[in-house]
């Protein structure tokens, strides 16, 4: 931790001096201690925000984890479901999720339903893909071992490919982690009353610049607290590679 922690101290002390010594005005470019000011100032106003934002993201991640999840044991389990759904499901990805953004709120409304579903989006294909992969890739000579004791297809697929597909799957879901807050934050922009996207918004429209990242540290936090988060039920959903270790 200490070369990181001294490489943020030189920057935001870098980032001071230039700040103050530019002559730029505080609303190009303000100073980390006026940024800091300024989020003791709007701490009162920042709580709820981030709730509505911690709320959309945590919903869109159990549901897009979920969704992930079943279609990977679906495709792991039936050919015919990986021939025809994986190639519709790779080919709907190359449209972003926040072009879909506007058509969920026209469909969904302005509440909280489709900002969970934006971020559920984001969450489910990596989920999907590493767990296919981990179901793909699991070792042959535990399948082999399984079936020389009498295991049918089913228990094969329950014994070995399943438990496969868990760490694979929590792979996955870290790095959707690290999209989660955002996405959430996006779709505030586009239809929201509360959440760090409106927070922003507002804090644009006045040109507080400082306010806006305050949000953007909160973001940062945010998104750090649930990636260990999420690291850390991967680990204990996941005992025996503790064990091997």
Known sequence: MLAPTLAAVVLVGAWEVVARTSGLPEFVLPAPSQ????????????????ATTLTEAALGLVLGAVVGLALAVLIAAFPVVADTVYPLVTLTQTVPTVVLAPLLILWAGFGLLPKVLLVALTVFFPVLVAAVTAMSD??????DMVRGLGGRRWNQFWLVRLPAAVPGAFGGLRVATTYVIGAAVVSEYLAGTSGL?????RSRKSYDVDQILVAVVVIAVLTGALFLLVDALGRLATPWRRASR
């Open 197 to 201: 996207g409106v927070f922003i918004q």
């Open 138 to 143: 699991v070792d042959g000579a535990h399948v």
């Open 35 to 50: 940024v800091a000011a300024a989020g003791v100032e709007s701490a009162p106003l920042l709580g709820l925000h981030i």
